[in-house]
Each structure stands twice: as structure tokens, then as C-alpha cells.
């Protein structure tokens, strides 16, 4: 399947369907959107990597900052923080740059490894769109955490890349539909910077929008 210019929708929503289709729908769909400490120190991070025209030349690597995603497959557009071009004999030509060069997609988060898998479907969609503009394979990128310095490893297997397929078809169902999925109440809904506008333990069960407000009204 190929989606259409007007159908692309961000890349960085995956990150957040991963974590829960509620707030994703609620961000992407609906526009609603609160900072809490946690969405303040990440974008502090971004900021130090974040600058599109500083690139960085090293003998085996080059560095491309804040690099703008297409995939017409997924249907996404976004950016990448960093990709890291390293020297190979199976990589793409650079402009003005000597030999071949095989992209390795780097992602910044401000905390440490989750126990779910919302960083590496995000780091994964963005492998597939580069595959998809540079034309080459590639099999695996890594996630720089900030609150513990280091980074992991993220290999793009087939059931990753099947993970993001799939969340990416659901993702553009609900978009198309304008469909906001009910609460589903876990522990980390706490951390959730959208937890007062969600309300996921006040709205248990599943109603129209008119009969919700009707009956906070009454």
C-alpha cells in the first residue's frame, strides 16, 4: 500500500500509539496536547541536537542533524535527531563525499530504556523511511538515553518492522475515522503529560459525545 501527500501523518505519533492509541489520538487527532516535566526535559534534549545545518565530518563517519522523514509505504513524515553515515561497501554516495556510506539512524530520549517498545517501533519507522529515500537495507540503529548516558542497540527484525506496519495502518484508521479510543487505566497513565485531559479513570464506559456531555451537564 502507498499513501498520498495528503494522507501522510507524524512519524512521531507512533512513539505515543506504542505507549497508548488514547493519547496519540488525543495529540494527533484531536490537537490536545499539556508540558509536564517529563515532555519539558525531553525537548530540552532535542534542542542541543536539533539544528539542521550543523554537520559534522569525522575519517569514518559522517553526522546529518535534525534530518527530515518521508515514507510514502507508512504513510508518515517526521524527522530523525541524527543519522550517523558510516563508511560500507553495501551503503549509498553522498554529495562531495568519497566511497560509500550506509545510514545509521540515532534517537535522543531524556530518560532511560522503557519496558515497552514505543523507542524502538519509533527508531524502526525511521529506518524504513530512510530505506525508502536512500534506497539501500538497514539493520539496526541505536536510542541515546540522557538520564543514564549510554545507548542501546535496536535491531530492525521482521517482527519489528511488522510491529510498525501494523501500528502504523491502525494509526491512519483512527486518523481517518477521527476515532478517539476509550481510557484504558494503567500505572503509567500517571506519567501520562495528558492524564487531567484524558480522564481515564472518570470515563469507564463507551458513550456518544452527546450523551457524555448531557450527563455532565445533569
Not at 549510554?150 to 477521527?178: D, G
Request: hydrophobic share 35%.
Amino acid at each position: 500500500m502507498s499513501y498520498k501527500e495528503e494522507d501522510l501523518i507524524q512519524l512521531s505519533g507512533i512513539q505515543h500509539f506504542a505507549f497508548c492509541p488514547r493519547q496519540f489520538a488525543l495529540a494527533y487527532i484531536e490537537l490536545q496536547w499539556k508540558e509536564n516535566v517529563f515532555t519539558t526535559e525531553g525537548k530540552i534534549l532535542h534542542e542541543k541536537v536539533d539544528d539542521p545545518l550543523l554537520k559534522d565530518s569525522r575519517e569514518s563517519i559522517i553526522i546529518w542533524r535534525s534530518v527530515n522523514l518521508i515514507s510514502y509505504r507508512l504513510g508518515f513524515t517526521g524527522r530523525a535527531d541524527v543519522i550517523e553515515f558510516r563508511r560500507s561497501d553495501t551503503g549509498i554516495y553522498l554529495p562531495d563525499k568519497f566511497g560509500k556510506w550506509l545510514p545509521y539512524p540515532v534517537e535522543y530520549k531524556r530518560g532511560k530504556p522503557k519496558p515497552d517498545e514505543r523507542d524502538e517501533v519509533q527508531l524502526c519507522a525511521q529506518a524504513i523511511c530512510m530505506e525508502e529515500m536512500f534506497k539501500t537495507s538497514l539493520e539496526e540503529g541505536c536510542v541515546f538515553y540522557g538520564e543514564v548516558r549510554r545507548r542501546t542497540i535496536v535491531r530492525f527484525t521482521n517482527e519489528l518492522r511488522n510491529q510498525v506496519t501494523s501500528y502504523a495502518e491502525e494509526m491512519h484508521r483512527l486518523f481517518k475515522e477521527a476515532i478517539t479510543p476509550l481510557p484504558v487505566f494503567k500505572p503509567h497513565c500517571k506519567s501520562c503529560s495528558l492524564f487531567d485531559i484524558c480522564l481515564p479513570q472518570n470515563i469507564k464506559s463507551k458513550c456518544s459525545v452527546n450523551n457524555y456531555l448531557k450527563s455532565e451537564f445533569r
